[in-house]
């Protein structure tokens, strides 16, 4: 089943927003919508719709939710992007790290998997381990 997009919600939507925009910029990506006043970005790739959204409550964050850990706005998940070459999975890294990112596995082979993947792995601003792999081909 294709994956149409990702929608992240977070506190601080100017600093989820910068660190993304940094992070995937090697890949092409770029915000391609702003609405509600920029309280939901869209970013994607030139020619593509975009698929990966962020959000802000509007506002005052809901009740019951102001005390949350950071991490717990990001949640127990792992998305993965692909890359086009090393260099990419690299200035991805160090874009990410630059920009608010914690590193979660450096760039460099990863051969634990049913294919041979070079990747790097950070925790985006609300703790989310964001993947960039590029698949050698054999």
């Known amino acids: ?23 995937l910029k090697p890949l092409g990506y770029e915000e391609r919508h702003s609405v ?19 959000s802000a409550f509007p506002g005052k964050v809901p009740a019951g939710f102001e005390e949350l850990p950071v991490g717990a706005w990001g949640g127990p998940i792992h998305i993965a992007f692909k890359a086009e070459t090393k260099e990419q999975v690299h200035a991805f890294h160090e874009a990410a790290i630059v920009n608010g990112g914690q590193c979660n596995g450096p760039p460099g082979p990863r051969t634990q998997t049913f ?4 990747a790097a792995f950070v925790h985006d601003p609300d703790g989310r381990n964001i993947e960039v792999n590029y698949v050698t081909p054999k």
Do not use: Q
């Open 1 to 23: 089943m294709p994956l149409d997009h990702i929608a992240l919600h977070t506190k601080d939507i100017v600093k989820l927003s910068a660190f993304y925009e940094a992070a």
């Open 36 to 54: 509600v006043e920029g309280a939901v970005r869209g970013y994607g790739t030139p020619g593509h719709p975009a698929d990966l959204w962020i």
């Open 115 to 118: 294919v041979t993947e070079y």
